[in-house]
């Protein structure tokens, strides 16, 4: 099985109505044309999103390796571009509590202070490469959307504080309220210090300049249709040229094919995740809902909402789950989540919505990311699975398999072990989606009615 969803949300010649992309603005896209005939690198790089062009660029940076990325649709097209622009901790589904029993204490912590150290380097990418991501907000906001949940927020703020999480305050529902957030699913809520939203679609465009800036090959709409070995070399083939490479690393997330490598089939599980942006909403449409925060929030749902008011006053509501992905269930898709955005925010009931688009977040069997090496000659590398929270946590990988590619000294030794291992096979792969959906049957049991 080569893809788990209808072809059409692999389809990189069908455009993505994000708002993103509306807003982007002009970029000169053309530096990054499709690869053309036959070329050497010493590391090639499948995945142009935030891991692989981070990659690109600390390879260059730090370790003076020009490498060629390759990427099978336009740069963006994937989740960098089109995710909801958290950047901020949680890219591990897995509980800290199933953390700690699974991997230790000390072992949690690093990974934790990764996640940390993460959000604080695509703000220092940001300023040192002159990127205007229009960072926006001061930390996040996870909302009890039932007051069975308020105690996994006490949790959560303790082993955040104890651990090395960055500062957290725990709100009431009218604390929440006078920090500029109310809604019909609001008991409480969390807010840690660390994390800001910013638009991803301009973060992925600036790191790919940085990384062609510093020497970098970066090949869009260049996807990688064979993999082979040839007298010690990894050879990369596209429709219209080939990498000979010493080494690779895969940066493919959850737009990764079961047929690139025999090594990543049945490893990975995407989801969908589906985003409306409303109209710019009127000061007094703001002011009736009570909701003013800039900062991105949300919820404790198992089917994560999340929601964030965009620097022009819109109002964007984000949603995981379904399992059709094929251009007939979009209009279902959207009228669920307009009715969805009316009963939580009463006073933006039946305000036009102006975009709605989805993509694929990736999830792995051990809900943690994976940054490891792929064979045993140390000559393939992944760095993949944020369970739709990449912005910052991609930024990092990208940095560091791009450290542990080159073998350079330290590398595999600062990777907590929570994320150190490669990805490992799902029990019969084939039948993915339909965990999934039976897993959902649960999830929305818990998030709706317990």
Same mark, same amino acid.
């Given at each position: 099985?080569? &893809?788990?969803?209808?072809?059409?949300?692999?389809?990189?010649?069908?455009?993505?109505?994000s708002?993103?992309?509306?807003?982007?603005? +002009?970029?000169?896209?053309?530096?990054?044309?499709?690869?053309?005939?036959?070329?050497?690198?010493?590391?090639? =790089? =499948?995945?142009?999103?935030?891991?692989g062009?981070?990659?690109?660029?600390?390879?260059?940076?730090?370790?003076?390796?020009?490498?060629c990325?390759?990427?099978?649709?336009? =740069?963006?097209?994937?989740?960098?571009?089109?995710?909801g622009?958290?950047?901020?901790?949680?890219?591990?589904? $897995?509980?800290?509590?199933?953390?700690?029993?699974?991997?230790?204490?000390?072992?949690?912590s690093?990974?934790?202070?990764?996640?940390?150290e993460?959000?604080?380097?695509?703000?220092?990418?940001?300023?040192?490469?002159?990127?205007?991501?229009?960072?926006?907000?001061?930390?996040?906001?996870?909302?009890?959307?039932?007051?069975?949940?308020?105690?996994? $927020?006490?949790?959560?703020?303790?082993?955040?504080?104890?651990?090395?999480?960055g500062?957290?305050?725990?709100?009431?529902?009218?604390?929440?309220?006078?920090?500029?957030?109310?809604?019909?699913?609001?008991?409480?809520?969390?807010?840690?210090? !660390?994390?800001?939203?910013?638009?991803?679609?301009?973060?992925?465009?600036?790191?790919?300049?940085?990384?062609?800036?510093?020497?970098?090959r970066?090949?869009?709409? %260049?996807?990688?249709?064979?993999?082979?070995?040839?007298?010690?070399? @990894?050879?990369?083939?596209?429709?219209?040229?080939?990498?000979?490479?010493?080494?690779?690393?895969?940066?493919?997330?959850?737009?990764?094919?079961?047929t690139? @490598? /025999?090594?990543?089939?049945?490893?990975? #599980?995407?989801?969908? %995740?589906?985003?409306?942006?409303?109209r710019?909403?009127? +000061? &007094?449409?703001?002011?009736?809902?009570?909701?003013?925060?800039?900062?991105?929030?949300?919820?404790?749902?198992?089917?994560?909402?999340?929601?964030?008011?965009?620097?022009?006053?819109?109002? #964007?509501?984000?949603?995981?789950?379904?399992?059709?992905?094929?251009?007939?269930?979009?209009?279902?898709?959207?009228?669920?989540?307009?009715?969805?955005?009316?009963?939580?925010? /009463?006073?933006?009931?039946?305000?036009?919505?102006?975009?709605?688009?989805?993509?694929?977040?990736?999830? %792995?069997?051990?809900?943690?990311? @994976?940054?490891?090496?792929?064979?045993?000659?140390?000559?393939?590398?992944?760095?993949?699975?944020?369970?739709?929270?990449? !912005? &910052?946590?991609?930024?990092?990988?990208?940095?560091?398999?791009?450290?542990?590619?080159?073998?350079?000294?330290?590398?595999?030794?600062?990777?907590?072990?929570?994320?150190?291992?490669?990805?490992?096979?799902?029990?019969? /792969?084939?039948?993915?989606? #339909?965990?999934?959906?039976?897993?959902?049957?649960?999830?929305?049991?818990?998030?709706?009615?317990?």
């Open positions: 099985m080569s &893809a788990l969803y209808h072809a059409s949300i692999y389809d990189t010649a069908l455009p993505v109505p708002y993103w992309q509306a807003s982007a603005g +002009a970029w000169n896209a053309s530096r990054f044309a499709p690869l053309e005939g036959d070329i050497e690198a010493e590391v090639a =790089i =499948i995945g142009g999103g935030y891991t062009l981070s990659a690109a660029y600390h390879l260059a940076r730090d370790h003076g390796v020009l490498a990325v390759l990427d099978a649709g336009p =740069i963006g097209f994937g989740a960098s571009g089109r995710n622009g958290f950047c901020c901790l949680g890219s591990a589904k $897995l509980s800290h509590a199933r953390m700690v029993a699974r991997f230790g204490l000390e072992e949690t690093r990974f934790i202070a990764a996640q940390v993460a959000v604080e380097l695509v703000r220092a990418l940001g300023a040192a490469e002159g990127i205007a991501f229009d960072a926006q907000g001061s930390g996040t906001i996870t909302v009890a959307h039932r007051p069975s949940r308020w105690a996994e $927020l006490e949790a959560e703020a303790a082993i955040l504080s104890r651990h090395g999480g500062a957290t305050s725990l709100w009431s529902r009218a604390e929440l309220r006078a920090h500029g957030y109310a809604s019909s699913e609001a008991f409480g809520a969390l807010h840690q210090a !660390v994390g800001f939203g910013l638009h991803p679609l301009k973060y992925a465009r600036g790191l790919a300049d940085a990384a062609h800036g510093r020497g970098a970066i090949h869009a709409d %260049s996807p990688v249709i064979g993999w082979q070995r040839e007298a010690g070399r @990894h050879v990369l083939a596209t429709p219209r040229g080939r990498v000979r490479a010493g080494r690779v690393i895969v940066a493919t997330n959850g737009f990764t094919r079961d690139l @490598h /025999p090594t990543l089939a049945g490893t990975l #599980m995407p989801a969908l %995740s589906n985003i409306l942006v409303t710019p909403l009127s +000061a &007094a449409e703001i002011e009736a809902q009570g909701y003013s925060t800039e900062t991105p929030v949300s919820d404790t749902r198992h089917l994560l909402y999340y929601v964030r008011l965009l620097p022009d006053r819109r109002f #964007m509501f984000g949603a995981r789950g379904g399992l059709d992905a094929s251009p007939g269930a979009l209009p279902r898709q959207r009228a669920w989540m307009e009715r969805r955005l009316g009963q939580i925010y /009463p006073a933006w009931r039946g305000v036009e919505t102006k975009h709605f688009w989805r993509g694929l977040v990736c999830l %792995s069997a051990a809900l943690t990311p @994976h940054i490891a090496a792929l064979n045993d000659e140390r000559t393939s590398f992944c760095a993949l699975a944020y369970h739709g929270s990449g !912005v &910052a946590m991609a930024s990092w990988s990208g940095r560091a398999v791009a450290a542990l590619s080159v073998g350079a000294k330290g590398a595999a030794e600062a990777l907590p072990a929570v994320i150190a291992t490669p990805p490992r096979r799902y029990r019969v /792969p084939a039948l993915r989606l #339909m965990r999934l959906r039976l897993a959902y049957a649960g999830f929305r049991l818990e998030d709706e009615v317990l």
